[in-house]
T-cell receptor, first 123, second 115 residues
């Protein structure tokens, strides 16, 4: 498709269950990001992928959270033993590149293209 | 510890007038700033960006101003249109500090443009 696609768009689950959220980035975008937005908060960085590797996992809230990416395409965010505080909109984004400096000048906008998000509600 | 702050949760303006959305940051490592717009049930969309080597960037009706000494940036929309009604997020990145992949977002400001 033309944009970032996420599924499911809505997920209601019971506390303690595992959930998987899926992201299909824009074709050709090597960088993929997961953010989440809890009610009344800004977007919170979780993890990013360059290709299939995730150099920085420090944003993941706990070891119940994991993410993987295969074929430099689809990514899955897995939350094990969900808790009520995990309730949020989980947003995936992709980009062709991110801002960089070359010769003292910024050479790209680093524009992220976001999907519509997966709304997770943990009862 | 909120490194990017949007202190106005909401703003209401009349169609045709100027909308000014403000953003403050605390991390002096931030050197790249972006504004995103978000409609209900949609993902955020990129609006405009500015690097710390500039103090102004303009794109049509949208202008972003950066005051590095005050650690403050603002987004001006002139003239405002009803279709501009959305939540606006300010975001920052420390590009030269090596964290260019990570955006730190504010909580957003809901702009309502009244016809």
């Amino acid at each position: 498709g033309a944009g970032v696609s996420q599924s499911p768009s809505n997920k209601v689950t019971e506390k303690g269950k595992d959930v998987e959220l899926r992201c299909d980035p824009i074709s050709g975008h090597t960088a993929l990001y997961w953010y989440r937005q809890r009610l009344g908060q800004g977007l919170e960085f979780l993890i990013y992928f360059q290709g299939n590797s995730a150099p920085d996992k420090s944003g993941l809230p706990s070891d119940r959270f994991s993410a993987e990416r295969t074929g430099e395409s689809v990514s899955t965010l897995t939350i094990q033993r969900t808790q009520q505080e995990d309730s949020a909109v989980y947003l995936c984004a992709s980009s062709l590149a991110w801002p960089g400096l070359a010769g003292g000048r910024f050479y790209s906008t680093g524009e992220l293209f976001f999907g519509e998000g997966s709304r997770l509600t943990v009862l | 510890d909120q490194q990017v702050k949007q202190n106005s949760p909401s703003l209401s303006v009349q169609e045709g007038r100027i909308s000014i959305l403000n953003c403050d940051y605390t991390n002096s490592m931030f050197d790249y700033f972006l504004w995103y717009k978000k409609y209900p049930a949609e993902g955020p969309t990129f609006l405009i960006s500015i690097s710390s080597i500039k103090d102004k960037n303009e794109d049509g009706r949208f202008t972003v101003f950066l005051n590095k000494s005050a650690k403050h940036l603002s987004l001006h929309i002139v003239p405002s249109q009803p279709g501009d009604s959305a939540v606006y997020f300010c975001a920052a990145s420390a590009v030269s500090g090596g964290s260019n992949y990570k955006l730190t977002f504010g909580k957003g400001t809901l702009l309502t443009v009244n016809p």
